[in-house]
C-alpha cells in the first residue's frame, strides 16, 4: 500500500471528496440491492445507472455512489462495516449516528443493517490543520462543538466515556503485554517500549485518573482531528463526522484534542509518515479567545442570537462584540471565572488526549508492520514525551499553555 493512501486512511480521512477512478458496478450487486431498497427514490433505477467510487477507510469500506438518473438524492455515501466489534462498540457508534442525524448536525441516515449503512452525502473538504488557529475558523468551531454538546443521547448512560476505557482490565493487559514482548523487535524498538510500559502502571494510572475533569460531562465526539471535521462548499458549514470513539466527556476535549492533533500533519512521505510542529499549538490568548465563544454559545444556547452565530461572518471575524457584552450585559466575573475552569479543564484533557493516543498507538503497532505501513510506535512515542513534558509542567505550574 502507497504510504500517502495508508496515511489517509490512519487517521480515517473519510474524505468523501477524493478524485479516485469511479467505478462500475459489475461486482457490487449486493450494495446495489441495500441501495435500491433502502432508499425509495432508487428503487426502479438499473445497475448499469450506478458508479461506485472507492474512498479512504480503515475500520470500514466506504463507497460515494452516484446515479445518473434524474433522482434525489442523486448521490449517497454507502459504508460496509468491518470486523472491528474489538475496539467499536458498534450499536452505541449508532445510536450516536442516529442522534447526531435527526438532530440535522450529522449526515442522513438513509437506511441502515448489521452490514450497510447509507449516509447523506456532503459536498465539502476536510478544514485544514492551518485553518484551525485562525480567529475565525477558532471561533466557529468554538460554537460548532458547543452545538454539539448540547445535544442529548437516549440510551447512553452519562459517564466519562475515556476513564471508562482506561479503566477496563483487558486494555491494559493488551497494552502491558506488547510492553514487554521483545522477539521480533529492534533494539530501539525495545527501548521505546521499556520507556512506554510506565504508562500502564498503577501508578501512572492512578495520576491520569486524579488529573482528568471528571465534571461538566457533554456528547462529546472525542475524535476531533481535521479529517473528522467538514466544511461544505457555498455555506461554509463545519459538520462532524465519524462517531466511534464518541461519549460523554469533559466539555473541554474534544477542543483540546483537535488543538493536540492540529500539531501532526501525515503527509510524510517516507517512515515514520509524519511531522509535529509544535509552533502550531495555542498560545494561552488563542485558547481564551476559543473559551469565550465556547462558553457564551453552550450558556445562551437556546437564543436566537446564538443560533445565528454559526454563520456570521461579522461576529467570527472581530470579537469586539462580545467582549463588550461580556462586560456590560453578562456577569463579567462569573464569564471570567468559568473561563478560568476551562482553561484548567483544556490543558489537562490535552495531556489526557496524549495519554490515550500514546497507549492506542502501542496496542495499533503490529509486530510484522512492513516498511510501507504508518509507524504506530513511534507515532506513540512522539506523544508520550509530551505527554511527560506537559506532565512535568502541569506539576509545576499547572500550565502547559505561553
Not at 27 to 41: A, P, R, V
Not at 120 to 135: G, L
Not at 139 to 165: D, M, P, Q, Y
Not at 317 to 327: F, G, M, N, R, T
Request: glycine fraction near 2%; charge should be negative; include cysteine.
Amino acid at each position: 500500500m502507497h504510504p500517502l493512501k495508508f496515511i489517509e486512511e490512519f487517521r480515517k480521512f473519510h474524505n468523501h471528496f477524493a478524485n479516485f477512478n469511479m467505478e462500475t458496478p459489475t461486482s457490487y450487486s449486493e450494495e446495489i440491492k441495500f441501495l435500491t431498497q433502502g432508499i425509495e427514490t432508487w428503487k426502479d433505477i438499473p445497475s448499469t445507472s450506478f458508479s461506485f467510487q472507492i474512498l479512504t477507510g480503515i475500520s470500514n469500506a466506504v463507497y460515494k455512489v452516484t446515479t445518473d438518473a434524474k433522482v434525489a438524492p442523486h448521490t449517497v455515501i454507502l459504508r460496509k462495516f468491518g470486523n472491528t466489534e474489538e475496539v467499536i462498540d458498534k450499536e452505541k457508534e449508532s445510536i450516536f449516528f442516529n442522534a447526531m442525524s435527526e438532530s440535522g448536525r450529522g449526515p442522513k441516515c438513509y437506511a441502515e443493517s448489521s452490514k450497510y449503512r447509507i449516509e447523506e452525502y456532503f459536498d465539502a473538504v476536510p478544514i485544514q490543520t492551518t485553518q484551525i488557529n485562525e480567529p475565525y475558523w477558532r471561533r466557529k468551531l468554538a460554537v460548532t462543538f458547543a452545538k454539539h454538546h448540547a445535544l442529548e443521547v437516549s440510551g447512553i448512560e452519562k459517564k466519562h466515556v475515556i476513564l471508562e476505557r482506561l479503566d477496563e482490565a483487558k486494555f491494559y493487559e493488551s497494552f502491558n503485554t506488547k510492553c514487554v514482548t521483545k522477539d521480533g523487535f529492534s533494539e530501539e524498538q525495545l527501548k521505546k517500549l521499556n520507556e512506554l510500559k510506565t504508562l500502564g502502571s498503577r501508578e501512572e494510572r492512578e495520576f491520569v485518573k486524579s488529573i482528568t475533569p471528571s465534571e461538566n460531562l457533554v456528547f462529546s465526539h472525542n475524535d476531533t482531528l481535521n479529517g473528522n471535521i467538514l466544511v461544505t462548499k457555498g455555506d461554509q458549514r463545519l459538520i462532524l463526522i465519524d462517531y466511534e470513539y464518541s461519549g460523554y466527556n469533559n466539555r473541554a476535549y474534544d477542543a483540546a484534542n483537535l488543538f493536540v492533533e492540529s500539531m501532526m500533519t501525515y503527509n510524510k512521505i517516507c517512515p515514520p509518515f509524519f511531522t509535529i510542529d509544535e509552533q502550531i499549538f495555542p498560545k494561552l490568548e488563542d485558547v481564551k479567545d476559543f473559551a469565550r465563544y465556547y462558553i457564551y454559545a453552550s450558556l445562551y444556547n437556546n437564543d436566537p442570537e446564538v443560533n445565528d452565530l454559526e454563520s456570521d461572518d461579522i461576529r467570527l471575524s472581530d470579537d469586539a462584540w462580545l467582549l463588550e457584552k461580556i462586560e456590560k450585559e453578562l456577569n463579567d466575573k462569573d464569564f471570567d471565572k468559568e473561563l478560568r475552569v476551562f482553561l484548567d479543564e483544556f490543558q489537562k484533557c490535552c495531556l489526557l488526549s496524549q495519554y490515550y493516543w500514546t497507549t492506542w498507538g502501542v496496542l495499533m503497532y503490529k509486530l510484522k508492520s512492513d516498511s510501507e505501513s504508518f509507524d504506530y510506535l513511534s507515532f506513540a512515542y512522539e506523544k508520550f514525551k509530551y505527554y511527560l513534558k506537559w506532565k512535568e509542567q502541569i506539576e509545576q505550574s499547572n500550565s502547559i499553555l505561553e
